[in-house]
């Protein structure tokens, strides 16, 4: 088999990306690259769970791996940056209470707290392994700052981005701390892709009603059906 | 002193210096390509700085002995800086030069005399291009030192020379804590050197210079200096980033190969850095002056969370 402290040591490179991904989504304003960072950081999940079946060799870490590719790297991405390039939005200058600049200070001194909480709840148990640990810290963190975009962002689209960054967090410490059963996994998957869909309403119409939401989606042509041609 | 700490200076100054103006019109040249033109040709800084020292230099009438001097300090304290980053090979530091520290304070002390010879002229301009540096580098001082401090709890030491030993004696592998600290660097050299999210080094435009803004009133071999002495920064921090990244190529020893070799070696890893560099840029609008901050606040987070896992993990 391959070397276990070298698939350790890739995978340490693999939390560094997150962590430059999760700044990204934080601090950048186009909308379009935070769309395919975000699958960037799906992809990298989806990598961190195959080293993982390697190392481990179970085999729902590989089922894992697939859905979330499906998902989260090719299905949801293609779906928000269609959405966005229908209501040509492109860019996302808007906070609430917190500039980019303050949520990154902010979230150094998220992990840290997390970091020391997690020291303290993991003292006695076996988990104190090297990687395993910062993985648990790591997927906290993304879960706080992916919280954090979701507060700070005025448009509907980066909230559900920050969202989804969210539940990468608890996905990423999924992986490494408790073995969430397989079906729990498959349903949150399901909730998001509900969760993108429900963002048309969100980003189209909100304030209207369901006859008037109907011809907005007609309007951004984000629904095509032949039998309602005026 | 010994011999081969003496040859050290005479041989990175001058690979420095020969270097310098190379790296500065690649990037030109790399950003001409990605706007469709062709290009001054890679050697024009060369040809430029040999025009520049032909010609005569003129004073203002207002301008004191600081315009006078400010080209040579500058240079002067960007040299003794150079020294302290091994380009081709690393030998035993002598009488303590290699100081971190010291390395950010030659730094702030040319970029220091630069503003005075600013101001010193009278002109508006010179003035405006000196308020706004000096704004810009007292924001980016505390990134700069967190930073560096972040280099020196990774390689254990606050001299530089022991980080080039480490790293080139173990040929440092691509490490988490190697990646970021990387990062940060390469947002503090476009920050240092002027370039394009923060300053746009072509633009003569009252409105957005801040490095040119303070050579409008150079001339002559004064503007020769002070072109070439921003070309060597540039590539000194370059070459401290690249080095420390990738070791390969820097000889442990003085041999002649050893230098031929990591001479070559690090005009190619520089090259491909400048271009990089090059393509940042063309990447990239300049942000207004109240976003800029944003920028160092990715190098601060970044080297904050290095000193957060190097001093818990």
Redesign the interface.
């Known amino acids: 088999m391959i070397d276990s402290a070298f698939i350790g040591?890739i995978i340490?490179?693999l939390?560094?990306c997150i962590?430059?991904t999760a700044?990204y989504i934080i601090?950048a304003r186009n909308l379009l690259s935070i769309v395919s960072v975000y699958a960037l950081q799906s992809l990298t999940i989806v990598i961190i769970a195959l080293l993982l079946w390697l190392l481990e060799g179970s085999p729902v870490l590989l089922a894992i791996a697939a859905i979330t590719f499906a998902s989260k790297v090719i299905i949801i991405p293609y779906f928000i940056a269609t959405i966005q390039e229908k209501i040509r939005i492109k860019r996302d200058i808007q906070f609430h209470f917190l500039?980019?600049?303050s949520s990154?200070?902010l979230?150094?001194g998220l992990?840290?707290l997390v970091?020391i909480a997690l020291v303290r709840v993991m003292e006695g148990t076996a988990h104190r392994e090297?990687l395993f640990f910062?993985g648990a810290v790591l997927g906290i963190s993304l879960m706080l700052m992916g919280m954090m975009v979701t507060f700070s962002r005025k448009r509907a689209l980066t909230k559900v981005l920050g969202f989804l960054s969210m539940e990468n967090g608890v996905l990423l410490f999924g992986l490494f701390v408790t073995e969430l059963p397989f079906i729990i996994e498959f349903l949150i998957v399901i909730d998001l892709i509900i969760l993108v869909l429900l963002t048309t309403i969100l980003t189209v119409g909100l304030d209207s009603t369901l006859e008037d939401y109907h011809k907005r989606l007609h309007r951004f042509h984000l629904w095509e059906d032949t039998e309602e041609v005026r | 002193m010994n011999l081969e700490f003496f040859f050290y200076i005479l041989l990175n100054t001058a690979v420095v210096l020969l270097i310098a103006p190379l790296f500065s019109g690649l990037i030109k040249k790399v950003k001409a390509w990605t706007q469709g033109r062709q290009g001054p040709p890679l050697f024009q800084q060369y040809f430029v700085l040999f025009k520049l020292v032909k010609k005569e230099v003129i004073y203002s009438p207002n301008a004191s002995w600081v315009m006078r001097a400010a080209p040579f300090l500058n240079m002067a304290a960007i040299l003794v800086a150079a020294l302290f980053v091994p380009l081709v090979f690393v030998t035993e530091p002598v009488g303590g030069i290699g100081n971190v520290i010291l390395f950010l304070y030659l730094l702030a002390f040319a970029r220091f005399f630069m503003a005075l010879a600013g101001l010193d002229a009278g002109s508006s301009f010179g003035g405006m291009g000196s308020s706004r540096e000096m704004s810009i580098a007292a924001i980016i001082e505390p990134t700069t030192i967190i930073v560096f401090a972040a280099l020196a709890i990774v390689f254990k030491t606050t001299s530089i020379f022991s980080m080039f030993f480490t790293s080139a004696s173990t040929q440092a592998l691509v490490t988490p804590t190697i990646i970021l600290i990387g990062i940060s660097l390469f947002i503090i050299l476009i920050v240092e050197t002027s370039r394009i999210p923060v300053d746009n080094p072509e633009t003569h435009l009252e409105l957005t210079m801040i490095h040119e803004g303070m050579l409008l009133e150079q001339s002559g071999k004064n503007l020769a200096l002070m072109e070439l002495s921003a070309a060597v920064k540039l590539t000194v921090l370059m070459a401290l980033l690249i080095n420390l990244m990738i070791p390969a190529g820097l000889a442990l020893s003085l041999t002649a190969a050893g230098v031929v070799i990591g001479a070559v070696l690090f005009i190619l890893k520089g090259s491909v850095l400048a271009i990089i560099i090059g393509l940042f840029e063309s990447s990239m609008a300049k942000k207004r002056l109240f976003q800029v901050p944003s920028l160092f606040a990715m190098a601060f987070f970044f080297s904050t969370l290095i000193i957060i896992i190097e001093v818990f993990a």
Do not use: C, E, R
Request: overall charge positive.
């Open positions: 040591s340490k490179i939390f560094v962590i430059i700044a601090s500039s980019p600049t990154l200070l979230s150094m992990m840290l970091y090297n910062f």
